[in-house]
């Protein structure tokens, strides 16, 4: 059993920036690829960013490459996402996400799913 928990969501103007957070953590816990992905009221989740576990391969979707920046800290076992030059379109929850393989595909779905967290861009 694995337990993701996000945390760095609010409420920001845009051009602001936020940081979020996640938290991993279980039993017999394993570092694997992470990733984020969110959904944005009436639309389809969508991927946004992804990390290997080794940290040395990172991938965006087209909507936030520039902007946005995934990293992570296995020793904290936490996956940080840093999302600069925020616009309005960019709000929406974002959740955490894990996969059972340390390398990222992007033909693959999550195992596991953090809760949620809410990032609201106001113009």
């Known amino acids: 059993q694995v337990q993701l928990i996000e945390s760095g969501g609010g409420l920001v103007q845009a051009g602001g920036s936020l940081r979020l957070s996640c938290a991993a953590s279980g039993r017999t816990f394993s570092n694997y690829a992470m990733g984020w992905f969110r959904q944005a009221p009436g639309k389809e989740r969508e991927f946004a960013a992804a990390i290997s576990w080794g940290g040395g391969s990172t991938y965006y979707a087209d909507s936030v490459k520039g902007r946005f920046t995934i990293s992570r800290d296995n020793a904290k076992n936490t996956v940080y996402l840093q999302m600069n030059s925020l616009k309005p379109e960019d709000t929406a929850v974002y959740y955490c996400?894990?996969?059972?393989?340390?390398?990222?595909?992007?033909?693959?779905?999550?195992?596991?799913w953090g809760q949620g967290t809410q990032v609201t861009v106001s113009s």
């Open positions: 996400a894990g996969y059972r393989t340390s390398i990222y595909y992007s033909s693959s779905s999550p195992n596991y």
